[in-house]
């Protein structure tokens, strides 16, 4: 038995247990992809998230959904909720589990929002400035990735091109990246999203594609928060209609919560990006 901690600036950490055998390198790669440490002495703190074979016996489990071969199962223990994942009926776990790394780390997000901690994952690509970072929100498609390798080609950094744990529980929104599922299905060779040292958002736009040119330009307020707040629900949306009522509303009010405090970051300001355009040049204010 083994456990990955990953630690909060404003609360306890997140771990991702795994009690299942069988499965060697899970937990370790994924520690290698953020920067955290496995331990093997089990803590005495309840985990987040436990990845197991079977239910975990002694305790009342209900079964939430299916993800893919795996269940989830939302346990509640003396320290409040700890999402399980166990082995589906059908079906056996790949050898090396890349889907657990991301999933682990998202139930385990998801977890320590229902126990109170002012965290969300949130689907968004973070470029690194000497403020902190810019966080592009946008839909699946609308060129994060894109301009993220052109962000890259410039000489920047890019800390997390998919998904971003946000923690609002101080003065500052703080961003940890996270690994990105399909990044890992593409390649893990150099791959690396080192959850600390963590970047303050110095900035939020919403991403749209330039027609004629590359610019920053003042957006309308309900469409900005409305780009924010569908990045806040990306990866928490699956499991909001599973949850039970009072969690349900939890995990709601945690979302609504995390766009406040993004869409006060900054000004309703929009990132038309072209690919002819030069992006240190566009940003030349946050750098």
């Known amino acids: 038995m083994s456990e990955l901690v990953l630690p909060l600036r404003t609360g306890s950490p997140l771990i991702v247990r795994d ?25 005495a703190a309840s985990p987040q998230c436990e990845i197991t074979v079977e239910a975990p016996s002694g ?15 939302l346990d509640r223990d003396n320290d409040g909720f700890v999402i ?29 929002v229902l126990r109170g901690a002012r965290i969300l994952p949130v689907h968004g690509a973070l470029l690194a400035v000497s403020k902190g970072g ?47 599922w399909s990044r890992c299905r593409e390649s893990l060779e150099g791959a690396s999203y080192p959850f600390e040292p963590a970047l303050p958002v110095a900035g939020v736009f919403a991403l749209a594609r330039g027609e004629e040119r590359e610019e920053l330009k003042e957006a309308a307020s309900r469409e900005f928060f409305m780009s924010i707040y569908s990045a806040c629900c990306c990866f928490a949306s699956p ?21 406040d405090r993004l ?6 300001t929009a990132l038309f990006a072209h690919l ?9 204010d946050y750098l």
Do not use: F
């Open 59 to 73: 305790r009342s489990c209900s079964e939430l959904a299916a993800w893919r071969r795996y269940a989830l199962l």
């Open 84 to 112: 399980t994942l166990r082995k589906g009926e059908t079906g056996s776990p790949p050898p090396i589990p890349v889907g657990l790394w991301q999933l682990g780390l998202l139930t385990a997000c998801i977890s320590a």
């Open 134 to 180: 810019l966080l592009l929100c946008g839909q699946s498609g609308m060129g994060k990735s894109t301009t993220s390798r052109r962000w890259q080609a410039a000489g920047g950094s890019v800390p997390a091109d998919d998904m971003v744990l946000l923690e609002c529980g101080g003065e500052e929104v703080i961003a940890h990246p996270l690994p990105t």
């Open 263 to 268: 869409a006060e970051v900054s000004p309703p």
């Open 239 to 259: 499991l909001v209609r599973l949850l039970p009522q009072e969690e349900r509303e939890r995990l709601l009010a945690a979302i609504r919560e995390t766009a």
């Open 19 to 43: 009690s299942a055998a069988g499965r060697p390198g899970c937990l370790d790669r994924l520690a290698l992809l953020t920067g955290g440490k496995v331990r093997d002495a089990v803590s």
């Open 276 to 284: 002819d355009g030069n992006l240190q040049k566009t940003l030349k």
